[in-house]
């Protein structure tokens, strides 16, 4: 399935905006296909995401993902956790 995971960025590296860490959605083929600038407690909405373009390495070798075109409509929308059944 899919994942979202904040990834802190190595030292002397920085991500998208300057920032010290990144929010990803992996697909199940484990491509990073969005990002959101990291630092927040929970990523924003709309366009705050934007589609990435990176490789995507298997055993093997390495591939450039093959994906269709930039679409809007997939941005993710709103993304929240709820580690808790309490917190519903």
Do not use: Y
């Amino acid at each position: 399935g899919w994942h979202m995971i904040l990834l802190g960025a190595p030292e002397g590296v920085s991500f998208h905006g300057g920032k010290n860490s990144e929010w990803l959605l992996i697909d199940p083929e484990r491509r990073d296909r969005f990002g959101h600038e990291g630092e927040t407690i929970i990523p924003g909405c709309c366009e705050r995401w934007r589609h990435l373009h990176r490789e995507h390495v298997q055993t093997g070798g390495s591939e450039l993902a093959n994906l269709p075109a930039d679409n809007e409509d997939e941005l993710p929308w709103q993304v929240i956790f709820i580690g808790d059944p309490g917190m519903v």
